[in-house]
């Protein structure tokens, strides 16, 4: 019940489309729905956050579709560049313990091809 | 500005040798502090939480321990390393308190290898 499934595994997009990453979940306790961007050699670094009650934020070309009904909530990639290409990682929050736990999904490799 | 430092970049360790990993934060007090482990395809895997100075909490049971002997720093350490160890150890933190939208701020990580 704490898992965050995440698909797909990787996904090549042409640049100038767009890059689509689903996340599912079970534990309607979570509250807070973020996600990271990882490039090679680094660490995961926040790109998008969304609250359960709202379905959509956008942020640039950046957008996070949430369906609360469905416990789904998505990544969007508008006009994808070759800088976009990382690793992206969807996850959810439930505070327990005296901090906010992050369940993260699996990651999708990204690869935007000029 | 807040920063977060981790060392070694990269360690290649043989099995049975001991391990200590470390991480500082800066322009920040009394965080949250984390060590997570990545391992390929798998993504990433709470081990050790702190929400204070000698204040640990394990998630996972394994080989490994860790230490908070300053409010700013987090020590990943392992008496005897095994084959299993090996993976991409990222340090995090966080604001402390109850702030559903504090974000984690990762380290750069430490790739560790132990042959």
């Known amino acids: 019940q704490q898992q965050v499934k995440q698909s797909p595994q990787s996904l090549i997009v042409q640049k100038g489309g767009i890059s689509i990453i689903n996340c599912a979940y079970e534990n309607t306790a979570f509250d807070y729905f973020p996600w990271y961007q990882q490039f090679p050699g680094k660490g995961p670094a926040l790109l998008i956050a969304?609250?359960?009650?709202?379905s959509e934020k956008k942020e640039g070309r950046f957008t996070i579709s949430f369906n609360k009904s469905a416990k789904q909530f998505s990544l969007h990639i508008m006009d994808s560049q070759p800088g976009d290409s990382a690793t992206y990682f969807c996850?959810?929050?439930?505070?327990?313990?005296?901090?906010?736990?992050?369940?993260f999904g699996a990651g999708t490799r990204l690869a935007v091809h000029p | 500005s807040q920063t977060i430092h981790q060392w070694p970049a990269t360690l290649v360790q043989p099995v049975g040798s001991p391990l200590s990993l470390e991480c500082t934060v800066e322009?920040?007090?009394?965080?949250?502090l984390y060590w997570y482990r990545q391992a390929a395809g798998r993504g990433l895997q709470l081990l050790f939480y702190?929400?204070?100075?000698?204040?640990i909490s394990s998630e996972v049971p394994q080989n490994l321990s860790a230490s908070r002997p300053q409010d700013r720093q987090f020590i990943l350490s392992s008496k005897k390393l095994l084959l299993s160890d090996s993976g991409f150890y990222l340090c995090a933190w966080s604001v402390r308190g109850r702030d559903r939208d504090s974000p984690l701020h990762f380290g750069n990580g430490t790739r560790l290898t132990v042959t």
């Open positions: 969304i609250r359960p009650d709202v």
């Open positions: 996850a959810a929050s439930i505070f327990s313990g005296g901090y906010n736990k992050l369940i």
């Open positions: 322009g920040t007090s009394n965080p949250n």
């Open positions: 702190s929400v204070g100075i000698g204040q």
